[in-house]
């Protein structure tokens, strides 16, 4: 393997992906950085691995992914114990654009820097896996419904979030909750020091869901 030492991580990559890994290596420095900035961080910085894995095989070992874990949706694994980030390469990744990997990129790094202001063990699947999808623009906001959202306390429980769409509806919740109360109270329910319901109420979700697809369309407008 080939490398790269950035201010952040030490980034490992195949000769076949030469042409993407400098490109790569940018942008988790800038992911991580912008993400420390958005939330004050404000705290020593300890190095990561990344990992640009050639094949699937390559990455469900380097992740610790057991084959029967393993789902072919699966291209990107943030391991905060190791601190080591493991992504399918573009090559690998057959129905992933090279965008679509880098937008998994950051994902991932925004875990490693979020884990800066809370320990994963400690934060909920919506909350972790919302500000990581809605960062890096992951969210598909065609797919959600404003109609009948799943309600955000009910995606607490794993098997319903992975069940119901959990990531486009939890990037969408966490989104809305940082526009309608700040990016310092986000801060402060993720780091476990205030309790995420006491800012939901009734409709809070259908609100949140229209808010995102009516920005979109503006968008999409422009």
């Given at each position: 393997?080939?490398?790269?030492?950035?201010?952040?991580?030490?980034?490992?990559?195949?000769?076949?992906?030469?042409?993407?890994?400098?490109?790569?290596?940018?942008?988790i420095d800038g992911t991580y950085e912008r993400?420390?900035?958005?939330?004050?961080?404000?705290?020593?910085?300890?190095?990561?691995?990344?990992?640009?894995?050639?094949?699937?095989?390559?990455?469900?070992?380097?992740?610790?992914?057991?084959?029967?874990?393993?789902?072919?949706?699966?291209?990107?694994?943030?391991?905060?114990?190791?601190?080591?980030?493991?992504?399918?390469?573009?090559?690998?990744?057959?129905?992933?654009?090279?965008?679509?990997?880098?937008?998994?990129?950051?994902?991932?790094?925004?875990?490693?820097?979020?884990?800066?202001?809370?320990?994963?063990?400690?934060?909920?699947?919506?909350?972790?896996?919302?500000?990581?999808?809605?960062?890096?623009?992951?969210?598909?906001?065609?797919?959600?419904?404003?109609?009948?959202?799943?309600?955000?306390?009910?995606?607490?429980?794993?098997?319903?979030?992975?069940?119901?769409?959990?990531?486009?509806?939890?990037?969408?919740?966490?989104?809305?909750?940082?526009?309608?109360?700040?990016?310092?109270?986000?801060?402060?329910?993720?780091?476990?020091q205030l309790d995420l319901r006491e800012y939901?109420?009734?409709?809070?979700?259908?609100?949140?869901?229209?808010?995102?697809?009516?920005?979109?369309?503006?968008?999409?407008?422009?």
């Amino acid at each position: 393997m080939q490398s790269i030492r950035t201010k952040y991580a030490d980034f490992f990559y195949s000769h076949d992906d030469a042409h993407f890994a400098p490109a790569l290596a940018s942008e988790i420095d800038g992911t991580y950085e912008r993400t420390a900035d958005f939330f004050d961080l404000g705290m020593a910085i300890t190095k990561f691995d990344f990992y640009l894995c050639s094949d699937a095989h390559t990455f469900r070992t380097l992740a610790g992914i057991s084959g029967e874990n393993y789902k072919d949706w699966m291209v990107g694994n943030c391991d905060l114990q190791k601190r080591r980030i493991c992504i399918l390469s573009p090559r690998a990744a057959k129905d992933r654009t090279p965008e679509q990997m880098m937008k998994v990129a950051r994902h991932e790094t925004i875990h490693m820097a979020m884990n800066n202001l809370a320990q994963a063990e400690s934060v909920s699947l919506p909350l972790a896996e919302g500000i990581a999808v809605a960062l890096s623009e992951q969210i598909n906001v065609p797919f959600l419904d404003a109609g009948n959202p799943p309600r955000l306390t009910d995606l607490l429980d794993e098997e319903f979030f992975c069940n119901h769409g959990g990531y486009d509806y939890s990037g969408a919740y966490i989104l809305h909750l940082i526009k309608k109360y700040g990016k310092e109270t986000f801060r402060r329910i993720y780091a476990g020091q205030l309790d995420l319901r006491e800012y939901l109420y009734d409709g809070f979700e259908a609100e949140a869901v229209a808010a995102l697809k009516k920005s979109a369309d503006w968008q999409a407008r422009a």
